[in-house]
């Protein structure tokens, strides 16, 4: 959670502990508003991450965010998770790659290339196997090098697709989890495009299904 005002990030609450996103975020909110002495009603817009992410995370950000932009008449900024974490890669090739863990031995990642100063993705962001995302990126890049960026650099680190890129002097720049004041400032820049959306067209980016819907379409699993 971040509060920016003309890029200057005037507070940030990061969600550092084990408690639920969805009982975390309010009070997260009201103490960061009060931490950059705003009140709702003069915030001017919202950006919100649409994904890829833990579907209960995503489903109570962009519920809240849709709330306040009716109660508000507010505009809306989605952005994806994987491009503000592409964003923060330091400068030195044409590709970045950005990656997350998904769990269930994926990783949620795209690929992006640069384009002036910013970035255009290549293709959809995707859920897939390690291994198999460094062999995508590899393909995306035709030979060149990549940037690579993640919170969760070990989930690439340790597979043998790994070891080409490696020989070619490059690793992976490890930043931190907290993404908001760069979702914040993508945000803005999109604002400033003329780019947003009204809370009735906002909508969220799963990547994969969920949990429940899955289980679902399997039916009930029956022991022996």
Not at 20 to 32: F, G, I, M, Q, T
Not at 166 to 176: A, D, K, N
Request: net charge negative; with cysteine.
């Amino acid at each position: 959670m971040a509060a920016l005002g003309d890029e200057a990030i005037l507070k940030v609450v990061a969600h550092e502990s084990q408690e639920d996103y969805s009982s975390w975020l309010l009070p997260a909110v009201r103490e960061c508003l009060e931490g950059s002495g705003l009140q709702m009603e003069l915030v001017d817009a919202y950006a919100a991450a649409a994904g890829p992410g833990s579907f209960t995370g995503v489903r109570v950000g962009l519920t809240t965010v849709k709330a306040w932009a009716e109660v508000y008449g507010k505009r809306v900024v989605a952005v994806s998770r994987l491009e503000a974490l592409a964003t923060e890669a330091s400068e030195g090739t044409a590709w970045v790659a950005a990656f997350v863990n998904a769990q269930r031995d994926q990783v949620f990642g795209a690929m992006y290339q640069r384009n002036g100063t910013g970035l255009r993705r290549l293709g959809d962001e995707m859920v897939i196997a390690p291994g198999k995302f460094v062999e995508t990126a590899a393909e995306f890049a035709k030979g060149e090098s990549i940037s690579w960026i993640s919170t969760d650099a070990q989930c690439v680190v340790s597979e043998e697709a790994w070891k080409a890129r490696e020989m070619r002097g490059e690793i992976v720049e490890c930043v931190s989890s907290v993404r908001a004041p760069m979702i914040g400032r993508i945000g803005l820049a999109s604002l400033a495009e003329g780019r947003f959306t009204d809370a009735l067209a906002l909508d969220a980016n799963y990547v994969r299904r969920p949990d429940a819907e899955i289980f679902w379409k399997r039916g009930p699993v029956h022991g022996r």
